[in-house]
């Protein structure tokens, strides 16, 4: 029954089957299931074409499938978009609209959403995603699109039933059919690999896209998927269905039942964490560790598929296609959850981590970032417990042991933390805590904190380093890089998600939890590593998240939740040890700075550097500062302050003794390290950040730090301002109060041009009121990485004093009074007013005022800073108080009490010191009187004392145990037998050191003046305390902060001013301390002093000598020599002698200053390379826009090139192929441009330079095979050297006045055609002919053949001729094009550059002498002689001469000069001048007059008309010169009679005289400027000056000698023209023999004939690149996805072309010819090796020039001036105008390879 109905055909037996199933009780449903098992039967390939088919058949119920898509799609109500995306798609996310920030948006829903103003970009996805739009559970509803949401979805129809029934019938079948596939072609993983056949997936592909069809046929389908998917029932028949009945009898198809039973039962869940372990740790696990898993759906078998088989893409996306539909959302997301511990077991052992990790991660984030569905599996699932025992049993797997087998850290090294496996496990942790109701669910469940503890224990101290004591390590490991990685990751990030929600009072419990746990941890850890007092030396780790843990929540609790600190504080003895790993990170930070470590490599630096970077700081030093504060604040001060010094080995510097030995440290590393001390102590009592300071003041501070360590562009600025290391825990400040707070600190510079020429980017700078008031060096320290970025801000802050002339010396930096503290932090201030501070601060004060070695400005200056805050944190109370005489306080005699200000005057007169037997204080040493009252102060050590405190600490805590009868957790910490100390005992000391007493008698006081006057170099400096006198200034050197510190000290004590006028009254100046040197040693300022006098005697000796030398020249040559711009020079002789003085050139390489000679020639440094700029010009100035829709067209036929190879082919279409090329000229095209830096060598020097530069073993940049060589004095590009020619002999310009005085014009004429016929006086044979020709040689190479080919016999000498004379017009054309397309004067812009066309014009000269005009057909015979023309036109010959109104006269004016013998005649070239003009003249009118009406032709041709201007006492000449060519025009057949439609832009109508004038002169100006160039350069005239375009035409003509004088009158005004014409015979032959020509050839082709007479004069605009759209994502929208017009792909890397608007591919293979891409091709046809592109997805533009090419910049930037390379940032982009103009520029004036100077090959690659 099945067989005959399937072989009706698809369509009625899917119609047939539709009816039957549609009935009550009909046998459909059997019918169709017979069906089925013969369609999708197991002896059916998953790949067979006929599967596929009768399921899509079948599915449509007899309709065509496109019908059904069509239909269903129709009925579609769903309100999310849903759409899918793989890796590379381009996004947005718009934090704005945003909910979560894991939100995203396709393009088409982010262009039809309302997102102006909103802080969005976009982004290219790495993972793959999917569109939110429409799911408010993730954005704000603003957001939406038109088409989704409850406002999308409100107008949908209801679907039919029977539209759906049979897709439900099939659909079972239909999955089934791909699992059992799956299940028959599964392999295990090696295998597959080993596998010749092709992948399983791959092989359902077809199968697989029509599923994925089906899910986006809209919401209606997707309801009968996920019934399908998630029906338990039909899972189960389906499975139970174990035969099929055929015509070949039973066959048993179960096989892949029990292979998919096999593999599942293999798939155990196995714990990869030992049990035991996990039970001594006190962590439980959530499941069975051998739970096996189990199936009861469609979907939970098929995600079970997809994670063996890896994830392929098609599975993920048909999977994540059906999102958009909610019940099949929350199954999901069980299923997946189901699934978990399984995937992350499958990545752990996954070949392809990478890929992998990226797929589960587009799957999981589009589930976890919703708080109601993860809300959904948290209880029923245990998502929590999951994955927090899944990181636990995934970092178990790399962990490092002792040699007793204890468990202690992870090994960075393994592949686990090495390849960061944990990405997506610890990526959708911190995901899921993200919500607020998951993270309070988390902290309530103390298991789960606890286990969460344990996972933390084991980062505790990884990544250990070992300081190289005696040999550099042999290999520098990079596992740091996995260490930080992880820390941040895995640690950093999952704290701040759980901080952000334990802000309020209610959320209390749940931070007094995780302190709580967090010190049951720590004292857990310190038991088993065996910890005491101090960590071990010589070893460091930056790594203790549990110590970061416990200092975050701890500043948490009392910073949001007013939590009182010393109820979550420790016992002093464990409060104690979590200060030792803390502070041994800061001293090692020291240790490392001074080059200590430098035996680890370079690796420990890139640790120390990473520490405190942006990224970093928050999760790492910012805890570490924080808790060592809290510690500071709570333990004995004197304890806290001995630790430091002695973490940083510098107690044995801190002596009054001159001379020291150190056990620890070699001398060079002892200053850094006691500054880095005194650095760290600045920090500890000057950092904010968790000490009660708001967010917006530390963001403030951030900033400021920032911008003062230098000018940062906005991104950058973002990016350094640390925030919080969880992206997605939302806790942020936003975009507008960080703009706020910019705006309020900094001032925005626009983007500038270096002088180099490279791009600067929007900058922002600090206000001057930064530098004033809010310069903070605490904070720079902070946050400087490198130890240049603190000195890059004190050179910015030195800069600026100086600038407003606040301070001119070297200021100190200007430490701030800092904030007031938060009240439970206020025992940080003890550190201030204890004896151990002051004891050390007294020693470094006599220290530095002795001279003693290892001492500095930078520590006096922090000492002093130390001072000032212990001054300003004390009150004159204290001052008064005296502090009871204990036997606690009678360690040491040094000063009475803790109180600073009291200390501040006290005396100490005797000090004991322990020094070697030898030293020189045991020969000065004294005795003390034994009745006197002066006490002598003890040796003091800071070791001993911090010993001595520990132990107290430890026997008070062991007394209150013993009292309460509790045994101590923690006990196990306490020393073993064998490693107890006798804390309250010195140090032992070497044997040969001794006691000795020196006498002092100074206080701290004393010392500071004496500082003061040693500082200042003046006897009595300070003049003691005066009430009266102003306060000290804030900005300024050690005196101002001496004085501000005693002034302080002062006001504050009564006791201390009276103690200051002591002993201002009895010090007397400081005296220079005896060095072993026996000549002693000046001061420090005096050297300064004496060395600026040495200098400046040096300086005037030199100026004196300089001119007694300028004297004696002047009296050996009295005539000055004056240098030129150029590097000629020239004697002042008289004005006739310098005319014909010979020039003289410098040579660059080897300085001698000589003339050019024929046997030895000097030559210009040029570069010659080919250009087809002018090729881009056109008529109009209006910009070409660059296409962005698909209605919009680029075409190419309007440009310059394209209408002269119109103009050419037509001519040599109808003409004689010799005159053609003498009619125009080419190099629109490949043309060659030669430029110079204007410096000149020998040749035979340039030869000798070239010889070195191949020798040179250093590769060069440049192509040396193609003779390209830097200049030697400006290193800019060249290639050529040309030739300066013999000096040219200068004519005068004859005046008007003597014209008539001259040869007559005729006579003038006929000498031209004479001197045409002999040649010039070049030498032959000599150094500089060969040279000459060498570069012609050179010129021919420069572009590519086919732009020189035109004529149409190869190798024609007629076709170099065209050449040699189209390079002088391209000069010509483009030193126009660089004035700024004419000669009228614009300023600087519009200045002439360095110009070499005078020696450019002499070797194209020789060149031409080689060729000989026909004199049968010499244009200038036509010019100047009658009835010629007439009677060649007349002859019967094959092909004509072109007429001379089809010729350019631009080309002629060059064909005659050069052809002329050299150097010519300035008469004759004026002859030539004033012949061409009047066919210029003539041309114009007769182009003009095709573009009148009949009318108009008729009224101007009748020689009585005056048009209307009566005042014209006679006819005109322009007029009476159009009426004889309108006369002898009109009687051919030229004119249509019905007018011509061709216009040059002039308006049409009637024609007034003005108007006519105006448009003659316009047609005239672009042959006068080109001739006004060629005058300037062969005869050395100067430019005219001329203001306005309006006075050009006059200005040129009176240049050229055309016109007399200006003229000024209307009358003249209106017949300017007409007064430039000088006619060489009569003007009405030459007119009508000119007319007879055109009239002639009109008569058998009046069309061409038309088209060639419009085609002349031509006016052409400025070249420009194509106009860009202002905003970048117009161009990036239309081009990203467009399609390779050769392979219909969209290319990976499109390009656009700047100059013609072509769409090509860089590196695109497909658009691949003779090993060339198609930027190359493109480059080599649009501009003849130069290309300009600009990358659509990287939004730079790159320059290519021949074989080479660079990164030029951007010309799109975002608001705040900065590029946007790669689209990296996402930000909207904006056209910057100014950047834009500047790529016109350099491409207009050839500047890129002199500009830009990073180029690389290409290799024909792009």
């Known amino acids: 029954m099945a067989h005959e109905l399937l072989s009706r055909g698809k369509a009625s037996t899917a119609a047939m089957l539709k009816v039957e199933c549609g009935r009550a009780q009909g046998h459909g449903p059997q019918l169709l299931d017979d069906c089925l098992d013969v369609v999708l039967g197991p002896d059916k390939e998953v790949d067979d074409r006929d599967v596929v088919e009768w399921s899509r058949a079948l599915l449509a119920g007899g309709e065509s499938f496109e019908e059904f898509t069509r239909t269903l799609r129709s009925y579609d109500d769903a309100s999310v978009c849903g759409l899918v995306w793989t890796a590379n798609f381009v996004a947005y996310r718009c934090r704005t609209c945003g909910v979560s920030p894991c939100m995203s948006l396709c393009a088409d829903c982010f262009s039809a959403g309302d997102h102006s103003g909103h802080d969005f970009n976009m982004f290219r996805s790495q993972a793959g995603g999917a569109c939110d739009c429409g799911d408010n559970s993730v954005m704000r509803e603003g957001g939406f699109c038109h088409r989704h949401g409850r406002k999308g979805c409100q107008s949908a129809p209801t679907v039919p039933q029977d539209l759906l029934l049979l897709p439900a019938l099939v659909l079972p079948r239909l999955v089934y059919t791909l699992l059992r596939h799956l299940r028959e072609e599964y392999l295990p993983s090696g295998l597959l690999s080993e596998s010749e056949s092709p992948n399983p997936v791959q092989k359902a592909e077809k199968l697989l896209i029509l599923l994925e069809e089906l899910t986006k046929m809209g919401d209606a389908m997707r309801s009968v998927v996920t019934e399908v998917l998630t029906n338990r029932q039909s899972y189960q028949d389906l499975n139970s269905h174990s035969e099929l009945q055929n015509n070949s009898g039973k066959v048993r198809w179960d096989w892949s039942y029990a292979k998919y039973q096999s593999v599942l039962e293999s798939t155990r869940l196995h714990s990869t964490f030992p049990s035991h372990e996990v039970l001594a740790l006190g962590c439980t696990t959530a499941t069975d560790q051998n739970a096996t898993l189990k199936h009861d759906c469609l979907l939970e078998e098929l995600l079970f598929w997809t994670v063996k088989y890896e994830f392929p893409q098609k599975m993920v996306t048909l999977l994540l296609n059906m999102l958009p539909h909610q019940d099949y959302k929350v199954a999901f997301i069980k299923t997946f959850v189901q699934h978990y511990s399984f995937v992350m077991h499958t990545l752990m052992h996954s070949h392809e981590a990478d890929t992998l990790s990226n797929r589960i991660v587009h799957i999981s984030v589009q589930l976890f970032s919703s708080e109601e569905l993860v809300a959904q599996v948290l209880d029923e699932c245990h998502l929590l417990e999951i994955m927090v025992h899944i990181l636990l049993g995934m970092v178990t797997t790399c962990l490092l042991k002792d040699e007793s087998g204890c468990v202690l850290v992870v090994n960075c090294a393994e592949p686990v933390l090495k390849n960061n496996t944990y990405w997506p496990l610890v990526s959708d942790f911190i995901n899921v805590l993200s919500h607020p109701s998951v993270s309070q669910r988390f902290l309530q469940d103390r298991t789960l904190v606890r286990t969460w503890m344990c996972f933390l224990s084991f980062f505790q101290g990884m990544n250990l380093n070992k300081r190289e004591m005696t040999e550099h390590v042999e290999f520098e490991s990079q596992t740091y890089y996995a260490a930080f990685a992880a820390e941040l ?863 149409k016999t190869p190798g024609s000498p007629d076709n170099d001729f065209l050449f040699l004379h189209s390079v002088a017009r391209v000069n010509l054309e483009l030193e126009i094009v660089h004035r700024g397309g004419s000669l009228v004067t614009r300023g600087a812009a519009s200045a002439p550059r360095r110009s070499c066309f005078s020696q450019l014009f002499n070797i194209l000269a020789l060149g031409i002498r080689c060729y000989r005009i026909d004199m049968a057909y010499n244009p200038w015979v036509h010019l100047t002689q009658t009835r010629l023309g007439a009677d060649m036109m007349s002859s019967k010959v094959e092909q004509f001469p072109v007429p001379l109104l089809f010729r350019d006269p631009c080309s002629l004016l060059l064909l005659l000069v050069l052809t002329m013998p050299q150097p010519l005649d300035k008469d004759l070239f004026g002859c030539i001048l004033q012949v061409l003009f009047t066919l210029v003249h003539t041309q114009a009118l007769a182009t003009l007059s095709l573009c009148m009406g009949p009318e108009d032709r008729a009224a101007w041709s009748s020689s009585t008309c005056t048009q209307q201007d009566t005042w014209t006492p006679e006819v005109p000449v322009l007029q009476k010169h159009l009426s004889k060519v309108i006369g002898a025009l009109s009687t051919g057949c030229l004119y249509p009679d019905n007018g011509c439609t061709q216009s040059d832009g002039t308006s049409q109508g009637m024609w007034s005289q003005l108007s006519i004038e105006l448009a003659v002169r316009k047609s005239c100006l672009p042959f006068l400027r080109v001739a006004a160039l060629l005058q300037h350069y062969l005869y050395g005239d100067d430019m005219p000056s001329c203001q306005s375009a309006d006075e050009e035409f006059a200005v040129l003509a009176v240049y050229l000698v055309l016109l007399e004088v200006p003229r000024s009158s209307d009358e003249d005004c209106h017949n300017l023209t007409g007064h430039c014409l000088h006619w060489v015979a009569s003007s009405d032959e030459l007119l009508g023999q000119w007319c007879f020509e055109v009239t002639t050839f009109a008569a058998g082709n009046a069309a061409d004939a038309r088209t060639l007479l419009s085609m002349q004069c031509k006016a052409w605009a400025e070249p420009h690149l194509l106009q860009l759209p202002v905003s970048y994502n117009t161009i990036f929208q239309h081009y990203h996805r467009r399609p390779c017009h050769a392979c219909s792909k969209v290319p990976k890397d499109p390009a656009l072309c700047l100059v013609c608007g072509a769409f090509v591919c860089l590196k695109g293979a497909c658009c691949k010819q003779q090993n060339c891409y198609e930027c190359v091709q493109h480059t080599q046809l649009c501009g003849a090796g130069t290309g300009i592109f600009l990358l659509v997805n990287a939004s730079v533009v790159i320059i290519i020039r021949g074989p080479e090419f660079c990164l030029w910049g951007s010309v799109y930037l975002d608001a705040h001036g900065e590029e946007d390379r790669d689209l990296r940032r996402g930000k909207p982009l904006f056209l910057c105008e100014e950047r834009y103009r500047v790529l016109e520029q350099q491409w207009l004036i050839h500047s890129y390879d002199h500009v830009n100077k990073r180029w690389g090959p290409h290799y024909n690659g792009l």
Not at 1093 to 1110: D, G, N, T, Y
């Open 489 to 1351: 990751e895995a640690c950093a990030q999952p704290m701040c998600g759980l901080l952000a929600h334990c802000k309020t009072p209610e959320t209390s419990e749940y931070t007094r939890t995780v302190v709580h746990l967090c010190l049951e941890a720590l004292q857990y850890w310190f038991k088993v590593i065996k910890f005491v007092d101090e960590p071990p030396s010589n070893q460091l780790t930056f790594h203790i998240p549990l110590h970061r843990y416990f200092s975050m929540f701890l500043s948490q609790a009392v910073r949001s939740q007013q939590f009182d600190l010393d109820s979550l504080l420790p016992d002093q003895e464990l409060l104690a040890k979590l200060m030792a790993h803390p502070l041994q990170i800061q001293a090692c930070l020291s240790e490392i700075h001074s080059n200590m470590w430098v035996r680890n490599g370079l690796q420990i630096k890139g640790q120390a550097m990473t520490y405190v970077q942006s990224h970093f700081c928050n999760s790492m030093i910012d805890p570490d500062i924080y808790l060592l504060q809290v510690c500071a604040s709570k333990l004995d001060p004197d304890f806290f302050i001995s630790s430091v010094f002695e973490r940083y080995k510098v107690v044995d510097l801190l002596t009054i003794a001159s001379k020291h030995q150190n056990a620890v440290l070699d001398p060079e590393h002892e200053r850094p390290m006691l500054e880095g001390a005194l650095t760290f102590l600045v920090v500890l009592l000057g950092v904010r950040l968790h000490l009660g300071v708001a967010d917006d003041e530390i963001l403030h501070s951030e900033m400021v730090s920032q911008l003062c360590m230098g000018d940062k562009t906005h991104s950058s600025l973002l990016d350094l301002i640390p925030e919080n290391p969880n992206p997605k825990s939302g806790v942020s400040l936003g975009t507008g109060y960080f703009e706020k707070v910019l705006s309020a600190v900094a001032d925005f510079r626009a983007p500038v041009f270096e002088p180099g020429g490279s791009m600067q980017q929007g900058m922002y700078t600090p206000k001057s009121a930064v530098w004033d008031v809010e310069f903070d060096p605490v904070s720079v320290i902070l946050r400087a990485v490198y130890r240049r970025d603190m000195q890059s801000a004190m050179d910015r802050y030195t800069a600026f004093l100086k600038q407003s002339s606040r301070f001119d010396g070297n200021p100190w930096p200007p430490y701030r009074e800092r904030p007031p503290l938060h009240p439970q932090y206020q025992g940080l201030l003890r550190l201030l007013h204890c004896k151990t501070m002051h004891i050390v601060l007294f020693t470094l004060l006599y220290k530095i005022l002795m001279d003693h070695q290892n001492l500095s400005d930078h520590v006096l200056c922090m000492v002093l800073y130390l001072l000032e805050m212990g001054v300003d944190s004390s009150t004159e109370s204290e001052s008064t108080r005296e502090e009871p005489d204990t036997e606690d306080q009678c360690y040491d005699s040094w000063f009475p009490s803790s109180s600073l200000l009291n200390n501040l005057h006290h005396v100490i007169s005797f000090v004991r010191v322990r020094v070697a037997h030898d030293a020189p204080e045991v020969a000065r040493q004294v005795t003390p009187e034994p009745n006197s009252a002066e006490q002598t102060a003890q040796v003091f050590s800071l070791v001993a004392e911090r010993r001595r405190k520990f132990q107290e600490m430890i026997n008070k805590n062991s007394e209150a145990a013993a009292a309460a009868g509790v045994f101590r957790r923690h006990s196990g910490s306490r020393p073993h037998s064998g490693q107890a100390r006798s804390f309250g005992a010195p140090m032992l000391l070497p044997q040969q050191l001794v006691t000795a007493v020196l006498e002092i008698r100074e206080s701290m006081l004393s010392l500071l003046v004496k500082l003061h006057h040693k500082l200042s170099g003046k006897q009595d400096s300070y003049p003691g305390p005066d009430a009266d006198r102003l306060a000290p200034l804030t900005h300024g050197d050690g005196l101002i902060v001496i004085e501000r510190i005693l002034q302080k000290a002062a006001r504050r004590s009564c006791q201390n001013e009276q103690s200051l006028e002591e002993i201002c009254y009895k010090v007397t100046p400081p005296v220079p301390p005896r060095k072993n040197s026996p000549g002693g040693s000046l001061d420090k300022e005096e050297r300064r002093r004496r060395a600026r006098e040495r200098q400046k005697k040096l300086l005037a000796e030199f100026a004196s000598r300089q001119k007694s030398f300028m004297e004696t020249a002047m009296e050996i040559n009295p005539n000055f020599v004056a240098t030129e711009e150029d590097g000629t020079t020239m004697e002042t002789l008289g004005v006739e002698e310098a005319l014909f003085v010979e020039k003289l050139y410098d040579c660059v390489i080897c300085g001698q200053q000589t003339a050019s000679t024929e046997q030895r020639p000097v030559g210009l440094v040029v570069l010659q390379q080919a250009t087809s700029v002018l090729g881009h010009r056109r008529e109009g100035d209006t910009r070409i826009h660059l296409p962005t829709s698909d209605d919009e067209q680029l075409y190419q036929d309007g440009t310059c090139s394209s209408f002269y190879d119109v103009l050419l082919s037509t001519l040599q279409k109808h003409f004689l192929d010799s005159t053609c090329l003498q009619s125009v000229s080419i190099g629109w095209e490949g043309g060659v441009f030669v430029q110079t830096c204007g410096h000149t060598v020998h040749l035979d020097c340039h030869k000798a330079y070239m010889e070195s530069l191949k020798n040179d073993q250093a590769l060069p940049t440049y192509a040396l095979e193609k003779g390209e060589f830097t200049c030697p004095l400006c290193r800019q590009l060249s290639n050529s050297v040309l030739p300066c020619c013999w000096a040219q002999s200068a004519h005068r310009l004859p005046t008007p006045t003597s014209i008539a005085m001259c040869r007559s014009l005729q006579e003038l004429a006929q000498e031209v055609q004479t001197k045409q016929e002999t040649l010039g006086d070049f030498p032959t044979g000599s150094n500089l002919t060969k040279e000459m020709e060498a570069v012609q040689k050179s010129i021919r190479r420069v572009t590519p053949h086919k732009f020189t080919e035109y004529s």
